[in-house]
């Protein structure tokens, strides 16, 4: 599998296993796994877009992200008072940039506090640790008032019944209009909050970002009279060869892409779904025959020698190590700021089986989701007219500060555009100072001070947007996939790294399926069906 997807299977599987031992603790969550209870359906709450500023670039499809290629130059106030008044929040996120300076040593955090009446305490955890922490939390009862939950846990729907409030008279239908800028977030990304026939969290939104795609160093392919484009399978291994001199260092890619070699020989998502029967994409021959194409891609050195083993991706692609980088659209921001433009980055469209755009993989269009501990009514409106401050969109000078910081202290405008200070980089996390996991905005594509770039991502985005397909397990909940996904996905993990590496057989493939099928897949797949045939009724 793509490395970024193994890293979010390591973290779910972590979750989930933790989460069940967090429970085992936790009195009051029960272990019900009553497939029908658990994904009854209940009114999602009416998107209603904010038209407050127009984009640059005209949106063509409901999954393209709106698209600036300069700052908005006329950014209005959006609130006339402060959201919080006083109120006092403890809140638990991750980050997976920089921890930011605490609050006393923060004057972008402390100004914060100051522009929202909101005496916000947050504990800020490193993405690799949050499972552990959230999970110890779970145990000693200490979530806080809002806590950000990375995926699915074991047993989330028990535990949201047993700890978070039940959002739904708040939110669902045209209830969320008293908070309009949770209202623009778009219906679609509600669906992963409901648990048990209720809406117990706000969702994180990344839309088109969290799709994996496929990065190419533009420059290197143009130094080397290579086009970064292809139109079939033979078409990209030829292309892996060009740009292939292991006895420099150069490798096609940092890790063998079988996501995109999936996408190219017609397969959708991780499932697939017809009359309300699901098929798992690695019982496929269509995924037998990507894992062939991957060992060739290794066996002929187009991969990193450590790319199976020792995965660095991002750090392989700024180098130019590796020509070619499985990442998602979200990764593009980062590169572009590390990088300080000293490279750039093409984005091919992957084509599917008829060489026309492949379908590309939307597994959940949500970060992640955020769930507000039990409370009178009244604090609960109050957290959520603070969460509606933390979703103004581009275009309100609260998204500039929330976003940048303090003008000419963590910021300043360069040619219309807001550029981080080296202080504004370190108070506001690069500009994604995790108040982004209690709520944000739906993303924007804007790459700051690279308007081309910006434009080259939107022109891929025109096209391939139309093809992607959201998996039909979005929403869902699968008991045996949260209690046993961590095994379960190792198991076959390891079985795909030991055919890359050469240790096994293509041909031992499907002892690994039938495995998976005897020791929970089949249970997944019949709880699925279960849970479609739920929402459905």
């Not at 497939?35 to 500023?53: D, F, S």
């Not at 106030?77 to 991750?94: E, K, T």
């Not at 469209?349 to 755009?357: A, L, N, R, S, T």
């Amino acid at each position: 599998m793509t490395v970024p997807n193994a890293l979010r299977r390591r973290t779910f599987m972590g979750a989930a296993l933790a989460g069940a031992g967090a429970l085992t603790g936790c009195s009051t969550v029960t272990r019900s796994t009553d497939v029908t209870a658990i994904n009854k359906p209940v009114e999602l709450p009416e998107h209603r877009r904010w038209q407050g500023v127009k984009p640059d670039l005209p949106t063509t499809h409901p999954l393209m992200p709106e698209t600036y290629l300069h700052y908005p130059s006329n950014a209005m106030r959006a609130f006339d008072r402060p959201p919080g008044r006083g109120l006092s929040v403890q809140g638990h996120v991750p980050t997976n940039s920089p921890v930011p300076p605490s609050l006393e040593r923060n004057r972008y955090w402390l100004e914060l506090n100051k522009r929202t009446g909101v005496r916000l305490n947050l504990a800020i955890t490193p993405g690799g640790d949050y499972d552990n922490k959230f999970q110890t939390s779970v145990a000693g009862d200490a979530l806080g008032d809002v806590w950000n939950i990375v995926n699915n846990p074991a047993y989330l729907p028990q535990l949201l019944e047993a700890k978070a409030h039940d959002l739904t008279p708040h939110l669902s239908g045209s209830a969320i209009h008293k908070y309009p800028f949770l209202a623009n977030l778009p219906t679609q990304n509600w669906q992963g909050c409901v648990f048990s026939g209720r809406i117990f969290a706000v969702p994180i939104t990344r839309g088109a970002f969290a799709v994996v795609t496929l990065l190419s160093r533009a420059d290197l392919f143009r130094k080397r009279d290579v086009d970064p484009e292809f139109h079939d399978v033979s078409e990209l291994l030829s292309m892996g060869k060009e740009m292939t001199d292991d006895r420099r260092n150069h490798w096609a890619f940092a890790s063998a892409p079988i996501q995109t070699l999936a996408t190219m020989l017609g397969l959708s998502g991780e499932w697939s779904e017809r009359g309300g029967r699901f098929t798992f994409f690695r019982e496929t021959e269509e995924y037998h025959e990507a894992l062939d194409i991957a060992r060739r891609m290794t066996t002929q050195k187009m991969v990193h020698p450590d790319g199976v083993t020792a995965f660095n991706g991002k750090v392989w692609f700024r180098q130019g190590t590796v020509a070619m980088l499985q990442d998602t659209y979200s990764a593009l921001p980062g590169l572009y700021q590390q990088g300080r433009g000293g490279f750039e980055v093409a984005l091919p469209v992957i084509p599917g089986p008829d060489g026309k755009p492949g379908r590309m993989w939307l597994t959940s269009p949500n970060n992640s989701i955020t769930a507000l501990s039990r409370a009178e009514p009244g604090r609960i409106e109050a957290i959520l007219e603070y969460l509606n401050w933390c979703a103004a969109p581009i275009g309100t000078q609260e998204y500039t500060f929330r976003k940048y910081g303090i003008e000419g202290y963590d910021f300043n405008f360069e040619k219309g555009d807001p550029v981080l200070t080296d202080r504004g980089n370190s108070e506001t996390g690069l500009g994604d100072f995790p108040i982004q996991y209690l709520a944000d905005s739906p993303k924007a594509l804007f790459f700051p001070g690279f308007p081309e770039a910006t434009e080259s991502a939107y022109r891929n985005l025109r096209t391939a947007a139309p093809h992607m397909k959201l998996s039909p397990t979005y929403g869902l909940y699968s008991p045996t996939s949260t209690t046993k996904g961590q095994l379960l996905t190792k198991l076959l993990d390891d079985s795909v790294n030991n055919i890359l590496l050469g240790r096994a057989k293509v041909s031992s493939w499907p002892e690994t399926i039938r495995q998976w099928r005897r020791r929970g897949g089949d249970a997944m797949r019949a709880e699925y069906e279960q849970a479609l045939a739920t929402r459905k009724s």
